[in-house]
């Protein structure tokens, strides 16, 4: 059966949305730009959602590899509210992106209260088309595509005498098309300077010495492409290690930032696919290098990680770790095939070079805030309390605070809110709940003589 799906069953819709988009993001490119949603709840019954997909080969007409969003809206007992905010936000993505989006919409009571929440989650293909490091990586897991030119007649007899001089001239004790498969031992340069200074038989006959040539040429061909394939994957390794430093290194200020508290759910994949719209075309290396990282987590299946900050780290660091391994994985499959290594040469123009600081500081930045959306909405909350001063942590009496009780509040945490605008997030938008903090609970609290009174809103 080529069309399949996944259920999911809860008491409440808000659970069932959160499996269906973990179920999403789970699939790869392919499958994720066909799949299906539906979902139903009731008042008195069962939430039920189910994702359905497309398991077989998908037409190359189908954008595949770019990735998948979702962003959720959440309104009073109306969905009428956000409608036109769901209008808005389609307008501003590319039409084929657009055409693509899969739309989920609810009526839902809260654990906390009995008033209905209207929400709408939409999921998109992310608006970029794949990096030139996600193509290159394509190739390294998809089929055979061609093998290598044969040679027949003079030409057979041209190449034999080739790896003659190469085995008595230079100690290579295979055919060049089998070294090239072991560069640890023949070095893809030092092949190509080997091959240059062969020279035919002075006696051949002049019909044999141009089919040399010709075999020459190819063979010199075939190994300056794989010059370029084995510093590809030698700069690709080097600069997926930096951006993994990096965040490790973001990691730690977190923790540190939210003093080691807070749980929550954390998708590598769709920080990657974040980054990858964040980062301006300008910022070529990076593009690059996030599109092939997020490649190899799709292909390695790689789905979200929940828990304590502590957890989450160890996870998370172990996905990286994979990540970064499999990056230094891409030679060997793009050299066995002839067609691989003729599209890999058509784009590395597009994927050489190395990261840069500036780069790097982007990617950083975009996963650390990525550990505090992931984490916020356990621990902090937006608080309407306008009887309190919320220092750099509020606007005109509404803060992000500690998520208060029924009956007190009394904290926040500054250290976060002075660390927001160093990564370049405004203190608006997370009062505002835009973008990856549409999580965060608002709740209002007051005082009189009496003490304190907080309620969570709906």
Known sequence: MA?????????????????????????SSAQSTSAKLGTSDSHDGDARGVVLWYDGEIPSAVPTGSGWIQETWQAGESSDEIYGQVANYLDGLPLP????????????????????????TVWHPAAEAPSAGAR???????????????????????????????????????????????????????????VSGLKPPQEWPAGLKSAWHAVQNQIKKELSYLVDLFNYQTQAHINANSIAAEFQSRYDIAKNTLESKGSGDSWLISTLANLLIFAGPEFTVLRVTVGMMMAISQHLGQGGVSGELDELETDLSNFIDSIVEESSNLYLPIAKDWGKLEAFYGLVGEASGSVSSKEKEIAADQYELSLYQAVAPSIFAIINFTQVSWGPCGENGVGLGYTPNSDFWNSYNGSLCKRLPKIGVKLSDVLARRGGWFRLPVWTCTADSHGQSCWLET
């Open 3 to 27: 069309w399949t799906f996944r259920s999911s069953t809860h008491g409440e819709i808000g659970d069932v949305l959160q499996d269906l988009d973990q179920t999403m993001r789970t699939l």
């Open 97 to 120: 992106v657009a055409l693509n989006a899969r739309i989920s919409m609810s009526n839902y009571h809260t654990k906390v209260s009995t008033d209905p929440v209207a929400a709408i």
């Open 136 to 194: 290159i990586y394509e190739l390294v897991t998809a089929g055979a595509m061609a093998p290598y030119p044969p040679f027949s007649g003079d030409s057979a007899t041209a190449y034999k005498n080739l790896n003659q001089q190469l085995q008595a001239k230079y100690a290579v004790e295979v055919p060049v098309r089998e070294a090239y498969l072991d560069p640890s031992k023949y070095a893809p340069t030092n092949l190509l300077v080997f």
